[in-house]
């Protein structure tokens, strides 16, 4: 896989070789699903050790994009009207921008929902129920908090020891690249089981942490209240589905949007697979999702929206807003559809 600088470089040059402009008409498709993760206010990714931060976006980049979309002649529109759009595509559509952001966190309300409720936009935010009630492990949080809070970091992982020194940000960032695809590779229930373990050596409080940034049930509701908004289901525990027997990845699934309806009193029709890429939603999923009778699903495969798509709901690409691209011209030539009709050898859909 590239690096992100790889990459960075890469969408400069379609941007200032006016390459991604010439493509727009020919790659663009029928429009952009973006992924957010957390919004917050300030300067960007956090200084220092803060690998996380590539999930983070400034409540104004978060302005400039959707000031962006529209001046490309994007129209912003809910999922919902996106996905009618998919189904029946018509001639002549302007190409359409639609907002979404994964979890559940608090700083979706406080500082994502002033931008969208200001500039008109619609929204829809996936919500994963155990998140909410504050007894998801976080687990890529919380390793980052463990090594962050520590000096020394030993323990047995899937029966590899690991005694590392983590003094240093330079060596706390060693650490996170020899552990984060560690953990990222367990099978769903050892890293759960896993990080846990962690937590309970290095005195992290796992349940405290997740409470203290995912919004309750109550501001959920306050957030379904705005007509800009959706709420959508993102499984129970955050799993990655594909990582699941079938009979669990059917249990998250339905859970899910079963426990989220009884919160709110009314129905949930889209759903958003946590991770989202191929590792983590496969055939087997949309399957599973389409027989659910979700309207439509979401991964974070890469790549803009077909009218190819309109067979394929249940695995719908979107465009990941990401701390480590935070500048307006990036997603100018991301939304253009050459940088991901390049990744994708010229595919347009992204299924397998």
């Not at 790659?27 to 699903?33: A, L, N, V």
């Not at 300030?42 to 200084?47: E, F, I, L, S």
């Not at 007509?227 to 249990?251: F, R």
């Not at 389409?290 to 719908?316: I, M, P, W, Y």
Request: net charge positive.
């Amino acid at each position: 896989m590239a690096s992100p600088a790889l990459l960075r470089a890469c969408l400069d040059v379609m941007h200032f070789t006016g390459l991604s402009h010439i493509l727009r008409k020919q790659f663009q498709g029928m429009g952009s699903i973006f992924c957010f993760h957390h919004v917050c206010p300030g300067g960007g990714m956090a200084k220092g050790f803060a690998p996380n931060g590539k999930i983070e976006c400034t409540s104004e980049f978060l302005s400039e994009i959707i000031h962006l979309v529209r001046k490309r002649g994007m129209e912003t529109l809910s999922l919902a009207d996106a996905v009618e759009r998919i189904r029946s595509p018509q001639p002549n559509q302007k190409p359409f921008a639609v907002f979404t952001l994964d979890d559940g966190y608090k700083d979706n309300m406080i500082h994502g929902q002033p931008i969208f409720d200001q500039l008109n936009c619609p929204y829809t935010v996936f919500v994963a129920p155990k998140i909410v009630d504050g007894s998801c492990e976080l687990w890529w949080r919380a390793l980052e908090k463990i090594i962050s809070a520590n000096a020394q970091f030993k323990a047995t992982i899937h029966g590899a020891q690991y005694d590392l020194d983590i003094r240093s940000e330079a060596q706390k960032k060693r650490a996170w690249r020899v552990l984060f695809p560690k953990l990222t590779a367990l099978p769903q229930y050892e890293q759960r089981k896993t990080i846990h373990e962690l937590a309970k050596k290095y005195n992290f409080d796992l349940v405290d942490y997740c409470k203290s940034i995912a919004m309750t049930w109550d501001e959920i509701r306050i957030l379904n209240e705005d007509p800009l908004c959706t709420i959508g289901a993102h499984t129970m525990n955050h799993y990655a589905v594909a990582k699941l027997s079938t009979a669990d990845c059917m249990y998250e699934l339905e859970e899910s949007r079963r426990c989220i309806e009884r919160e709110l009193g009314e129905k949930i029709h889209f759903f958003a697979y946590p991770y989202g890429d191929e590792p983590a939603a496969g055939l087997r999923d949309f399957q599973i999702a389409n027989d659910l009778g979700f309207t439509a699903s979401l991964t974070t495969r890469k790549g803009v929206v077909f009218a190819e798509h309109g067979k394929h709901l249940q695995a719908l690409p979107r465009i990941m807003v990401s701390g480590r691209y935070q500048k307006i011209r990036y997603i100018d030539a991301l939304v253009s559809g050459a940088p991901t009709a390049l990744l994708n050898r010229f595919s347009k859909i992204n299924v397998n």
